[in-house]
């Protein structure tokens, strides 16, 4: 199993929905969790991060994390065409390095 | 606050040659980490630095390597290179050692020919 996975998409969604990213991963001792967007050509922002279990929201963007089932996900409500771009689920394992998950391509279609 | 900058921005070699990379930290940073990002991988993790020393380590074989200076200005490697080294490559700073939100630079895009 890969230590972190992402669906690599692409994602389509019409402007104004929510797009709904998710990540696995298999470091059962991981505590940090982040979510960076990659635009074609740039390198990744950080857009969120998140360490306890629940939901974290900023803005149209909300990060969740569930450790019991190893999963955090990312939403982006109102979703602009501006927001077409790569994301990537990022996580701190137990080895203290930051892995990347491949990343999912999102469209959002104006 | 400045940046992560990272130079140069673009580089031709062919394959045997060696490439140098530098890497600025953000004002303050002093943790200094490498990935290399291509196509088919994902992005990958090299080596961290902090305080001069390595901290951490990714699964790369012994023609990369790097350093840090005592200003944390960082600099990779890369001997003997090989066409599958063509990628983009990432310098990442964040404020300490165990201080996982990393900043990324804008890459420097090396392509082997």
């Known amino acids: 199993q890969k230590e972190v996975e992402q669906n690599s998409g692409p994602l389509s969604v019409p402007e104004g929905a929510i797009a709904s990213l998710n990540c696995t991963y298999s470091?059962?001792?991981?505590?940090?969790f982040f979510w960076y967007r990659q635009y074609s050509g740039k390198s990744p922002e950080l857009i969120m991060f998140i360490y306890s279990n629940g939901d974290k929201e900023d803005g149209r963007f909300t990060a969740q994390l569930n450790k019991a089932s190893q999963y955090v996900s990312l939403l982006i409500r109102d979703s602009q065409p501006s927001d077409s771009a790569t994301y990537l689920c990022a996580i701190t394992g137990s080895n203290y390095k930051l892995t990347f998950g491949k990343g999912t391509l999102l469209t959002v279609n104006p | 606050k400045a940046g992560v900058t990272q130079t140069p921005r673009y580089l031709i070699k062919t394959r045997g040659q060696q490439v140098t990379l530098s890497c600025s930290p953000i004002?303050?940073?002093?943790?200094v980490s490498w990935y290399q990002q291509t196509p088919g991988q994902g992005l990958q993790f090299l080596f961290e630095y902090f305080s001069e020393t390595q901290r951490n380590k990714g699964n790369f074989p012994g023609r990369f390597s790097g350093r840090q200076f005592s200003n944390s200005r960082s600099e990779m490697n890369v001997s003997t290179l090989e066409l599958g080294d063509s990628a983009l490559y990432l310098c990442?700073?964040?404020?300490?050692?165990?201080?996982?939100?990393?900043?990324f630079g804008p890459g420097t895009r090396l392509l082997v020919l």
């Open positions: 990442a700073s964040s404020s300490s050692a165990g201080e996982e939100t990393q900043y």
């Open positions: 004002s303050g940073h002093r943790s």
């Open positions: 470091d059962r001792g991981s505590q940090s």
